[in-house]
Nanobody, 124 residues
């Protein structure tokens, strides 16, 4: 499975971006998926996760109320709507496919496939 993330860019604080993650195979439609991010000099950080059927979502406390994760299995695509962006949201955002159908949670080891990432930069 190959994952292609896109939609990153440079935005001012308070602005919005919508990230997309396209999977090369329909297999990912049967698995949970998630977004992680990694800022320079920091470890990879969980952002949000969604179950295979969108019934369950979870968010990191730092993005709760500002970010929304969703997916469209007919297009093998997952999204991350990011509103009210802050400079501390600056990072490379990676999408991932979980080992299970449910929400994979915040541990990277729960995910089998990873995308290459898309850069998000929020200026103050």
């Amino acid at each position: 499975v190959q994952l292609q993330a896109s939609g990153g860019g440079l935005v001012q604080a308070g602005g919005s971006l919508r990230l997309s993650c396209v999977s090369s195979r329909r297999t990912s439609s049967n698995n949970g998926m998630a977004w992680f991010r990694q800022a320079p000099g920091k470890e990879r950080e969980f952002v949000a996760a969604i179950s295979w059927n969108s019934a369950t979502t979870t968010y990191a406390d730092s993005v709760k109320g500002r970010f929304t994760i969703s997916r469209d299995n007919t297009r093998n695509t997952m999204f991350l709507q990011m509103d009210s962006l802050k400079p501390e949201d600056t990072a490379v955002y990676h999408c991932a496919v979980a080992l299970s159908a449910g929400v994979g949670g915040s541990f990277p080891n729960n995910y089998r496939y990873w995308g290459q990432g898309t850069q998000v930069t929020v200026s103050s």
